[in-house]
């Protein structure tokens, strides 16, 4: 392996491998979702760490934004970046709102869902939907989103992404790198007062999420702005297996620190491995599909997790039947996600940009008729 600089060609290269990488992120979320459901000490869950998966999904996000905005963004302008990220990422967080809804309100397993009025639903319907935070919602644990939990992180790229189209995106890559040395220890402070990296879902741990997303992002956007990546013959399998040993890493008596050396030094390591790799053959198909994948899964699935928690609750099924649950459901909601993504999540952002297109080339045309 050696160090190699991204392409300066005009014609930009895809990264499969890191599509693929995603997808391979986004499935161990949902596993993760119903085994922390199980094993409510992580030290017991065989995929103790599956919620780095988050971290990773931040390093990459750097990368990504680095990759499609900087040098871009002075021709766009704040509003093309903007309504560019929004076409791109709010319509699944409607779509996670309502099946969220949904969820709650006939859960078999729940309860009643009216127990303690109307208005906390309600209002937190109406956050969900506009992307606010409202950690009041009954039986939820404080999640900043109640009826899409895994939400928070979206809203955490919503305030990472106007960080870069303000701040970020002007400045030097030695003070990029210099913001993320200072995020590290940021991050590290965060893992060490929790003895965890996990927080950032709920009101009492919110402080721990801008950690997370501030170094991960930084870090991201640094590997993209030095141009590191490194060229190797390792393929997309041998890096997800390298993905998952993270997420499936034994605890430790330092656990905080485990963690922070994963999310601080693995990660980046595995983006510039990632990017520097390439997918052959029928895999190369397969990390674009598990790519494309892997924001609607990641949106929709928590609405059959949160019923499955309190039937697990109320049974507490044995080990072959809770296997064939959680194998079962993973490749139910894989499907699910396929069907948000083929038939509402594309559909709706190309007429969406359709929309948009049309309204900025009417409204480019009428600018020399306001001149006269």
């Given at each position: ?36 459901l ?14 780095l998966a ?12 680095g ?16 309504r ?31 127990a ?5 639903i309600?209002?937190?319907f ?22 899409n ?11 990472i992404?106007?960080?870069y ?5 002007r ?7 210099l913001?993320?040395?200072?995020a ?17 879902w ?18 991201g956007?640094s590997v ?9 013959k ?8 390298l ?22 030094i ?32 990641y ?28 194998a ?43 001149q006269?």
């Amino acid at each position: 392996m050696h160090v190699s600089s991204l392409s300066t060609s005009s014609a930009k290269p895809h990264y499969e491998v890191l599509d693929g990488l995603r997808g391979t992120a986004a499935i161990t979320i949902v596993v993760f979702h119903f085994l922390e459901l199980v094993w409510s000490d992580y030290s017991q869950n065989p995929l103790g760490h599956g919620f780095l998966a988050v971290d990773f999904f931040f390093c990459l996000s750097g990368f990504v934004i680095g990759y499609a905005y900087d040098g871009r963004l002075t021709n766009i302008g704040y509003r093309g970046f903007f309504r560019g990220r929004l076409l791109r990422l709010h319509p699944l967080v409607l779509l996670g709102s309502v099946l969220g809804l949904l969820s709650f309100l006939f859960d078999p397993f729940g309860g009643d869902p009216y127990a303690r009025g109307v208005w906390p639903i309600v209002a937190g319907f109406i956050c969900s939907l506009l992307l606010l935070p409202f950690p009041w919602l009954p039986g939820r644990g404080g999640a900043l989103f109640p009826f899409n939990s895994p939400t928070w992180s979206l809203f955490m790229e919503y305030c990472i992404n106007i960080v870069y189209a303000f701040v970020l995106s002007r400045l030097h890559k030695g003070v990029t790198l210099l913001l993320t040395l200072v995020a590290a220890v940021w991050l590290a402070v965060a893992a060490y007062h929790a003895g965890t990296l996990i927080g950032g879902w709920a009101d009492a741990n919110i402080m721990d999420g801008f950690a997370r997303v501030s170094f991960s992002f930084l870090a991201g956007l640094s590997v993209y702005r030095f141009q590191w990546v490194l060229r190797t013959k390792l393929g997309f399998v041998a890096l997800s297996l390298l993905l998952l040993a993270t997420f499936m890493c034994p605890y430790f008596g330092q656990n905080w620190a485990v963690e922070w050396l994963i999310v601080a030094i693995v990660y980046p390591v595995v983006i510039a491995l990632g990017a520097g790799a390439a997918a052959t053959g029928w895999w190369r198909p397969v990390c674009r599909f598990i790519g494309r994948l892997s924001y609607p899964l990641y949106m929709t699935h928590i609405f059959l997790i949160w019923p499955f928690g309190n039937y697990y609750a109320k049974y507490h099924p044995g080990p072959g039947l809770l296997t064939l649950i959680v194998a079962v459901g993973t490749g139910v909601l894989m499907g699910l996600g396929y069907l948000a993504m083929r038939w509402y999540d594309e559909p709706v952002r190309r007429w969406l940009n359709g929309k948009v297109k049309t309204r900025v080339a009417c409204e480019e045309a009428a600018v020399p008729a306001r001149q006269l």
